[in-house]
């Protein structure tokens, strides 16, 4: 019988000497340049009985006013909508991304769109400083309603139809009409139409400046199932030479030749999880990973029917360990030539949601860890200098009860947390179990 591919070779780990870690390269959860939400989902069709959606809560640590640049990705890493936030000194603002998607965004103001009655979309209070940009007047605050285009426009891009405005597809087709995919904030000095893949965003619009915070809720509204958690947190720096030096992995690097002009942390590349997948067994019964992860290269939208160059991203290394610490071993079928694909590729777009024992990534063991390399070499990216196949990707990992059982509330509980960062892509050591 054919044994599914899923680890590879003898269980070896190799701790490696390398540089000493940069002032930055832990990803915690600590105010940041950038927040970064690494997946949603929303349900176009949901209700208020039923349906997906993602809110997420955005914090100002400072009191210094500031305004955040919103946007919204398609799983396949095409930017398909920007839009602006101002924050108060202190402030809090919920972004339910089921009324933007839908054309409804959250309506703030600076001090000088803020005038009639004074203070009445953006209030502050007596430690949180009010201030005007100037660069807002017209774009804050947003109409009440997008156009129907524009909102056909974001619908299509992310759910992987064609989009009239971007002239293609920019992700995957489910089947289900589920829009897919993730959301980053920006710091930014000043409002502005342009996407952060233009050209000098991060030059002339970005700052440094470590003070957002903020943390998300997924809602099933048909299960009523919530789990929460926080957003993940990216620092900048002024002077550190793994994010200020051109060539260096930076968390935007992609989008600008490594040129390190974002000056942004990388995030971690490999990473360790626990699952369980015991049905009847108690809570859990299933366990899902969300997977985000760096392309390398900027994704414009590309025809329907194909797919972008890089995809589907590999891995490195993928190794299923039991309780017992018996590891599951990448097999091919014991006959020459070797099948074409025998290799699994679980998590093969920038985002993407994984059912861990599913039909993407089957297991052997109903409980265990998982170790993850997801470095890989992207044709054409020589980046970053020190090794280019290094590739940044985010974990979570996700327990559900699907049992719906004897208790009542099964078939509503859902945690998640961080899957357990092992390196940083500011190191130039891989650490691998397997090879």
């Known amino acids: 019988m054919r044994k599914l591919t899923l680890g590879v070779g003898l269980v070896v780990l190799l701790c490696c000497g390398g540089r000493a870690s940069a002032a930055i390269d832990a990803i915690s959860v600590s105010p940041a340049a950038t927040v970064l939400l690494p997946y949603f989902e929303v349900d176009p069709n949901g209700t208020a009985a039923s349906g997906l959606d993602t809110l997420i809560a955005l914090n100002n640590a400072s009191a210094t006013a500031m305004l955040a640049h919103v946007s919204v990705w398609t799983d396949l890493a095409v930017p398909v909508m920007s839009f602006q936030v101002y924050l108060t000194g ?159 992995y930076t968390f935007y690097g992609r989008l600008h030749g490594f040129n390190a002009t974002d000056k942004r942390q990388p995030l971690a590349t490999t990473f360790g999880l626990r699952y369980v997948n015991t049905p009847g067994a108690g809570f859990p019964t299933a366990t899902y990973a969300i997977v985000w992860r760096d392309p390398k290269v900027p994704q414009a939208a590309f025809a329907c029917g194909t797919n972008p160059s890089w995809y589907p991203l590999g891995q490195e290394s993928l190794v299923v360990f039991d309780q017992g610490e018996e590891p599951e071993v990448q097999m091919v079928d014991p006959v020459a030539p070797v099948t074409p694909g025998a290799v699994l590729t679980p998590f093969p777009a920038a985002t993407q949601k994984v059912l861990l024992g599913g039909a993407d990534f089957p297991l052997g063991f109903e409980r265990g860890w998982i170790y993850m390399n997801l470095n890989t070499s992207v044709a054409g990216v020589m980046k970053p200098d020190e090794d280019p196949t290094a590739a940044q990707a985010w974990v979570e990992v996700i327990y559900e009860d699907r049992d719906p059982g004897a208790y009542g509330v099964r078939g509503r509980t859902a945690v998640a947390h961080p899957a357990v960062q092992l390196d940083s892509a500011t190191e130039s050591l891989h650490t691998i179990i397997g090879n």
């Open 90 to 248: 202190y402030d809090v603002e919920t972004i339910d991304l089921g009324e933007v998607l839908a054309g409804r965004l959250p309506r703030t103001a600076s001090a000088g769109q803020d005038q009639q009655p004074s203070d009445a979309i953006s209030p502050h209070g007596d430690f949180s400083q009010d201030i005007n940009f100037a660069s807002c007047t017209g774009i804050l605050p947003p109409p009440a309603q997008l156009s129907t285009e524009f909102v056909t426009h974001v619908r299509n891009a992310l759910t992987g139809k064609n989009s009239d405005v971007l002239g293609g597809c920019s992700g995957r087709d489910l089947g289900d009409g589920i829009m897919r995919g993730y959301v980053t904030v920006d710091g930014v000095n000043s409002c502005s139409l342009l996407l952060p893949d233009s050209p000098n965003f991060y030059d002339f619009y970005s700052t440094q400046q470590n003070t957002l915070w903020g943390s998300y809720q997924t809602i099933d509204r048909g299960t009523k199932r919530v789990r929460a958690g926080s957003l993940v947190h990216i620092q900048a720096s002024f002077n550190d030479p793994e994010v200020t030096v051109a060539g260096q």
